[in-house]
Structure formats: C-alpha cells, structure tokens
C-alpha cells in the first residue's frame, strides 16, 4: 500500500511539473530583487569602510625649475637627484629637499621615473631603495639627436621607513628642461 501511496504521490507532482507553464515564474521574484539590492548595499558599505581606512599615498615631481634651463652634471661621483617641483604629494612621503621618498606604510608601491638627456653627453640614472641599484635607464648621446628620453619603472615592497630616490650616475648629466624628467610613485596597496 505504501508503494502505491508514493506512486500516486509522484505521478501527481510529476503531472503538476509538466502542465506548469514556462513563462509563470515559480518564485517569487519581487522578493528575490529586494534581497539582492540589500546584498548589493551591504557589499557597497563593506567596500566604503576598507576604501576608508586604507592610507593614501602619491607623488609626482619635476626636475624643471621654472625659468632655468640646462643640465645637472656631468659630476666625479654619483649624485641622488632632487625633484624640487611637486605636483602631488598626497601622505607627504616625498621630500622635495632631498629627492627621497620614505615610506609611511608597509605595502606594494609602484614606481616610475623618466629623464631627458637633451645634450651631448650620456645620461644614465638608476632608482634606488635602500642603497640598492633595483632599475637603472641609460642614453648615450648620437650624432645629429641630442634629445632622449629613458623610462623605468618599478614594483617594491617596502616597510615603514624605506627610502626610493633617483641617483644620476657620474659622468653623466641630465637636462632641467620643460618638466620632461620626471619620478612618480603610489601605494598599491598596503600590507600587514
């Protein structure tokens, strides 16, 4: 008798299945949208509050010195560049005296910087953390062009207190023109 029950049993909610029509929905959507779009707020809420405590750290500086034209160097020994012209500076880790960004956080920063030889002689400049060469750029000059440019960047984990800056090699000089050398960096993302 329990084995009939079941039968019948199936071949009804199977027979309630097949005459369901497709196009009338079997939940309730109306529902479902309103749990979504709370699902949403909350996420949004999460993201405001991390946004919110992570630490915010830019900089972009020039070695153009407005109404000056001409080179630094060539010098006997290397020399640590000094960006004076700030555009950004946002958490103040950049020293436009010295030309050395310290870190005021533990996190993944990325780093960039280019310098214009325009001149007759070589360039070659290296981006330094610590005391430690991590990418260098290097032109030497070519007859009938005397205005290149070397570009490098850089990914480096760095702890409260590390120290990134350009150093412009010996023998070398760069130009102090229109703002074309550059050193940029920013915070990806901070670590514990």
Avoid at 153 to 171: E, F
């Amino acid at each position: 008798m329990g084995f009939v029950k079941a039968l019948l049993l199936g071949l009804s909610t199977l027979s309630a299945a097949w005459t369901q029509d497709p196009l009338v929905p079997t939940i309730d959507i109306v529902s479902e949208l309103m749990e979504l779009k709370a699902a949403v707020a909350q996420l949004k809420e999460e993201v405001k509050v991390l946004q919110e405590g992570q630490p915010k750290v830019a900089f972009t500086a020039t070695l153009e010195v407005p109404g000056r034209r001409g080179h630094i160097g060539p010098h006997s020994k290397d020399i640590t560049l000094v960006f004076k012209h700030v555009k950004t500076n946002i958490g103040e880790g950049f020293n436009s005296t010295t030309g050395v960004f310290t870190a005021p956080v533990r996190g993944v920063y990325f780093f960039a910087f280019n310098c214009f030889a325009g001149a007759s002689k070589p360039m070659s400049s290296a981006l330094f953390k610590n005391n430690v060469n991590v990418v260098s750029i290097w032109d030497q000059p070519s007859s009938g062009d005397s205005e290149d440019n070397g570009f490098n960047a850089a990914t480096l984990l760095l702890d409260p207190g590390d120290r990134v800056y350009i150093k412009l090699w010996k023998n070398t000089q760069i130009a102090l023109t229109d703002g074309y050398s550059t050193f940029s960096g920013f915070l990806l993302y901070p670590l514990k």
